[in-house]
Antibody, heavy 120, light 112 residues
Framework: QITLKESGPTLVKPTQTLTLTCTFSGFSLSTSGVGVGWIRQPPGKALEWLAL???????RYSPSLKSRLTITKDTSKNQVVLTMTNMDPVDTATYYC????????????WGQGTMVTVSS | QSVLTQPPSVSGAPGQRVTISCTGSSSNIGAGYDVHWYQQLPGTAPKLLIYGNSNRPSGVPDRFSGSKSGTSASLAITGLQAEDEADYYCQSYDSSLSAFWVFGGGTKLTVL
């Protein structure tokens, strides 16, 4: 059974860097084809894909946020970490990590999400 | 503004059939990339509802079906039930510089 869970601060100040951790179980990020992505959702708004990391450390970023994002993995800890620099109130959202379905671009299992508020 | 376009809302009475459209372009749906659908119940994380245009994950009722044609896709829900009231999102992959994984703006389904 695959599970993912996000963790990190609930409140960050403008200009600060956000660091979120996705801790997962039920699969290994060293297995060929596996990927973990991050998606966010501002309150009352749509889903927005942010980044994804593959088993081979290949990384993909949203072009509009690429300069602010870094995604890394720690295979031994079963974790994926997303950092976002220069946080702004418009980045207030629920942040989800999700498992990429093998052989597909779908996200088949999602974490519960973590709400991050950006405010001074 | 989302890369994939969905109607903001749809509604139907219990037992009825509703459809939700998802319109893309030649760099995503029209390029042959699959469309996936997610259901998001209030206050919860999205759940994969349809993958690969028309496939249902285990446990998803066959009242939910998906289709794709050209640069568009549709989600159909038959025999509407009160528990189907949720937000629905389509998602695909885009090969242009605008994004990779792309979502629709979401559609709120209201069961009357």
């Amino acid at each position: 059974q695959i599970t993912l869970k996000e963790s990190g601060p609930t409140l960050v100040k403008p200009t600060q860097t956000l660091t979120l951790t996705c801790t997962f179980s039920g699969f290994s990020l060293s297995t060929s084809g596996v990927g973990v992505g991050w998606i966010r959702q501002p309150p009352g708004k749509a889903l927005e894909w942010l980044a994804l990391i593959y088993w081979d450390d290949d990384k993909r970023y949203s072009p509009s946020l690429k300069s602010r994002l870094t995604i890394t993995k720690d295979t031994s800890k079963n974790q994926v970490v997303l950092t976002m620099t220069n946080m702004d109130p418009v980045d207030t959202a629920t942040y989800y990590c999700a498992h990429r379905q093998g052989g597909s671009y779908a996200f088949d299992i999602w974490g519960q999400g973590t709400m991050v508020t950006v405010s001074s | 503004q989302s890369v994939l376009t969905q109607p903001p809302s749809v509604s139907g009475a219990p037992g009825q059939r509703v459809t939700i459209s998802c319109t893309g372009s030649s760099s995503n749906i029209g390029a042959g990339y699959d469309v996936h659908w997610y259901q998001q119940l209030p206050g919860t994380a999205p759940k994969l509802l349809i993958y690969g245009n028309s496939n249902r994950p285990s446990g998803v009722p066959d009242r939910f079906s998906g289709s794709k044609s050209g640069t568009s896709a549709s989600l159909a829900i038959t025999g509407l039930q009160a528990e189907d009231e949720a937000d629905y999102y389509c998602q695909s992959y885009d090969s242009s510089l605008s994004a990779f994984w792309v979502f629709g703006g979401g559609t709120k389904l209201t069961v009357l």
